[in-house]
């Protein structure tokens, strides 16, 4: 057996080896405002003294910003101030000055819309705190759903060397004698409640256990699954993604991460040298190979264009083509993150595709990917699953295109009825959500099993912000007659949590004259996710006779960032991000005067 290097001791030589680098004090960017014998400088090191700092505590020292999302309305990050300072103490070892930085926290829980109408806002919050402030590298602290994709974009624009720390999923819950798994189990058992068959004894039972500690969701939710894609894309220490939130292990994590921050700032190894288009298929076979969240589409989408690379949902579909799903994990499998961090975590998977990606992509760590992975072992088979016995063979999240959806939409093929992926039925139309809502247990509602619920102005213009509504829910009388799938279209997104034949992201949305927007109830929708068409059962006469009779579109939000985001907010198929943050072009430094 060949003696393989820990990851772990692979970055302490990196720290080591790092300090015998040439290291010039003045080549740092904070050395702008703290160095030079002027007054303006002066005044920067005049107000650090008055918050009780020395000059022991920055000269000559590499600046580095914890940015923390740390909020009490954010249960994903409720450990977030205890991290924070474990951070600082890796900083502190390494030799570096750390300043913690608050910037906003996303929490996908408690805000509304949908903190997906927020991404964009975060994304230029640490774009301009990078940038205006002299900060010479960062430790990125998030990991509910969209803070992990808002940082990394923002992080890439500002081009500053910064490292990502992610959250770490919560533990595995029980109830009972039942392991539950946050997000998908909770769908599982409302149904269940809706159709007459949990009592309430019991639903308060599940509420009060469902959340067993800090962190993100234990399944394989949009939260994992873009911690798991960052790690994949070099951004992450190496084992990061799966490291239980309140382990001490995690602990760990934090102290190292601030360690290499340090080391990222005298190097001044930036995002722009390490990521590049094999990154981001290295991120987009990750995500499928885990059986991830559909939500990873647009965010990589939108993490490409950051680069200057324009990924396509072609090429998204190409790869999902070949890449096989190993990664047993609700809501796709059977198993919770904290299994699969005990089977071996993300590093083991990864070492079993090493022919799909592109192993010889740099990281932040100053190694590849595949020196990353070396000697990684898979400990349970069961829940890290062989090539040769996946849960699927390839193809878990599939691209449809069609006269539905003529700019494509996604269907986590995976997580469905099989019996559902060809399907032809009547729709059944909701204007918005709201009228759902008023409407999907009315027992005068005309739907069978063999419908196909339709839900519109749930884009990112129609709701606004692109909400995880997709998962529509299945009407009582069909619940209580034994159904728990149907066929489910909308221009929403769904949580990474979700299961169920649920087409999402359907572009153009019916709010930007999409196609959705005139579908009528009894129209018949057809999908084959084995030939990845959608098809809408209406003459082109009769689509053009709609057309010309469809009521103008909704004006735009009349103030703030709302009518912000309307204005200049991209479609699904182009990742959402605003069309002038896109594209390889950081701002100038800021000039000090």
Request: charged share 20%.
């Amino acid at each position: 057996m060949t003696n393989t290097p820990d990851p772990v001791d692979q970055q302490n030589s990196v720290d080591q080896t790092a300090s015998v680098d040439q290291r010039d004090p003045t080549l740092l960017r904070s050395h702008r405002w703290f160095g030079p014998d002027d007054m303006r400088s002066f005044g920067h090191r005049s107000r650090l003294k008055a918050m009780g700092f020395d000059d022991i505590d920055y000269q000559n020292r590499p600046v580095v910003a914890i940015l923390n999302t740390w909020s009490e309305l954010n249960t994903c990050h409720s450990h977030f101030r205890n991290r924070a300072d474990e951070v600082r103490r890796g900083i502190l070892q390494a030799g570096g000055f750390p300043v913690e930085v608050p910037v906003m926290s996303l929490g996908e829980m408690l805000m509304k819309p949908t903190t997906m109408l927020y991404r964009n806002l975060l994304a230029m919050e640490v774009e301009e705190v990078l940038r205006c402030h002299p900060i010479d590298a960062a430790v990125l602290m998030g990991g509910c759903d969209k803070t992990v994709p808002a940082m990394l974009m923002g992080a890439i624009s500002a081009d500053i060397p910064s490292v990502f720390f992610p959250a770490g999923a919560m533990l595995s819950a029980r109830w009972k004698d039942v392991t539950l798994g946050s997000g998908s189990d909770v769908w599982k058992y409302w149904d269940e409640r809706v159709a007459g068959n949990l009592c309430d004894s019991d639903w308060k039972g599940i509420e009060n256990c469902i959340g067993r500690s800090a962190g993100t969701c234990m399944t394989m939710g949009t939260a994992s699954t873009m911690a798991c894609v960052a790690e994949a894309l070099g951004f992450t220490l190496p084992g990061a993604a799966d490291i239980p939130a309140v382990v001490a292990e995690h602990s760990r994590l934090a102290t190292r991460t601030g360690r290499r921050a340090v080391e990222i700032a005298w190097e001044n190894r930036k995002p722009s040298d390490f990521l590049t288009a094999q990154s981001i298929d290295n991120g987009l076979m990750t995500s499928l190979a885990i059986g991830g969240s559909t939500n990873a589409i647009v965010h990589l989408i939108a993490i490409a264009g950051r680069l200057g690379i324009q990924l396509t949902l072609d090429r998204f579909d190409e790869l999902s083509r070949t890449t096989p799903v190993t990664g047993d994990i609700r809501p796709s499998g059977r198993f919770l993150m904290e299994d699969f961090y005990n089977a071996g975590g993300l590093r083991a998977l990864l070492n079993e595709l090493r022919d799909l990606l592109n192993m010889d992509c740099q990281t932040i760590n100053g190694i590849t990917l595949g020196q990353q992975c070396d000697g990684a072992e898979v400990i349970n088979r069961e829940v890290i699953r062989p090539r040769d016995n996946p849960v699927a063979p390839a193809g878990g999240t599939c691209l449809l295109r069609g006269n539905l959806a003529p700019n494509g939409c996604v269907i986590k093929s995976i997580a469905a009825d099989p019996k559902l992926l060809r399907h032809r039925g009547p729709a059944v139309v909701f204007n918005d959500y709201p009228e759902m809502k008023s409407k999907i247990n009315d027992p005068d509602l005309d739907v069978s099993a063999d419908s196909v619920l339709i839900l519109r102005s749930a884009g990112p213009l129609g709701a606004p912000g692109f909400p995880e509504w997709g998962m529509l829910p299945i009407p009582k009388k069909l619940l209580q007659a034994g159904v728990r799938d149907m066929v489910r279209l909308s221009d929403a997104r769904m949580s990474g949590t979700s299961y169920g034949t649920c087409v999402l992201h359907i572009a153009p949305e019916s709010a930007a004259g999409g196609p959705l927007a005139l579908v009528q109830t009894g129209d018949e929708i057809e999908i084959n996710v084995p030939e990845r068409t959608i098809h809408w059962h209406v003459s082109d006469e009769e689509i053009e006779r709609r057309a010309a009779a469809a009521p103008p579109l909704k004006e735009l939000p009349p103030r703030g960032y709302a009518h912000l985001y309307a204005k200049h907010v991209g479609q699904a198929d182009i990742g959402c991000d605003f069309d002038f943050l896109v594209g390889r072009t950081p701002g100038a430094e800021p000039g000090i005067h």
